[in-house]
């Protein structure tokens, strides 16, 4: 079983300012996937990242960071120099691989200009 | 890739009637995965098909509920005697082994 919990229901930061969305996660299984989706307005989710519990290396895409630590089981995700473009719902999960994903309560995310 | 393409992209019934949506995944992609999604939450995992196997299926998939991939491509996802509790976003996903999921636009039921 996997349990993905969002403590932040809801975060307003004004444009440019940094800001990180929390998620922490349970699961039994020794290999899973963890990932986040992006939810905006307009509904479609978009796939933002992914990566196997094996590979705990941070990663930056742009101005998007994923910080992965096993030993907290927490898979923060930080955007730098927030955008209004990056106002949306943000969703975290876990998955097996194969099976179908555990999504947590979502974040929403407002950037004020 | 064209992208996960669901239909009707809003339904609106009565309670009691039948409802069909229909979802094409990405081409190539073997693997397709139908959720549901009410207000505020995340989206909750129903139901998986790998080619036209349908390989698990959630406990929130009551018996109401049946979903069909009888070619291994486009899937369908039917809800009988729609309740009240039956109003969400149905929103369907597809990957290829071992890869992301990606997701459609969804279908929005609405009971009246």
């Known amino acids: 079983a996997q349990k993905v919990t969002q403590a932040q229901t809801e975060i307003s930061v004004v444009e440019k300012e940094d800001v990180t969305l929390d998620c922490v996660y349970e699961?039994?299984?020794?290999?899973?996937?963890l990932f986040w989706y992006k939810q905006p307005p307009s509904g479609e989710l978009v796939f933002l990242i992914r990566?196997?519990?094996?590979?705990?290396q941070n990663e930056i895409s742009g101005r998007y960071s994923w910080n992965f630590q096993k030993s907290t089981s927490s898979f923060n995700f930080t955007i730098t120099a927030s955008q209004v473009v990056d106002s949306a719902v943000y969703f975290c999960?876990?998955?097996?691989?194969?099976?179908?994903?555990?999504f947590g309560k979502g974040t929403h995310l407002i950037i004020q200009p | 890739d064209t992208g996960v393409s669901q239909n009707p992209r809003h339904k609106i019934t009565k309670r009691g009637q039948n409802v069909t949506f229909r979802c094409d995944p990405i081409?190539?992609?073997?693997?397709l995965y139908w959720y549901r999604q009410t207000l505020g939450q995340g989206p909750e995992f129903l139901t998986y098909?790998?080619?036209?196997?349908?390989?698990?299926k959630s406990r929130l998939l009551s018996d109401r509920f049946s979903a069909e991939r009888p070619k291994g491509s486009f899937s369908t996802l039917e809800i009988q005697r729609t309740e009240q509790g039956d109003s969400a976003m149905y929103l369907c996903?597809?990957?290829?082994?071992?890869?992301?999921?990606?997701f459609g636009d969804g279908t929005r039921l609405s009971i009246l």
């Open positions: 996903a597809s990957s290829r082994l071992n890869q992301p999921q990606h």
């Open positions: 699961t039994r299984d020794t290999t899973y996937y």
């Open positions: 990566r196997n519990s094996f590979d705990e």
């Open positions: 999960g876990s998955g097996g691989g194969a099976d179908g994903l555990t």
């Open positions: 081409s190539e992609h073997n693997r």
């Open positions: 098909f790998q080619n036209e196997a349908q390989l698990e």
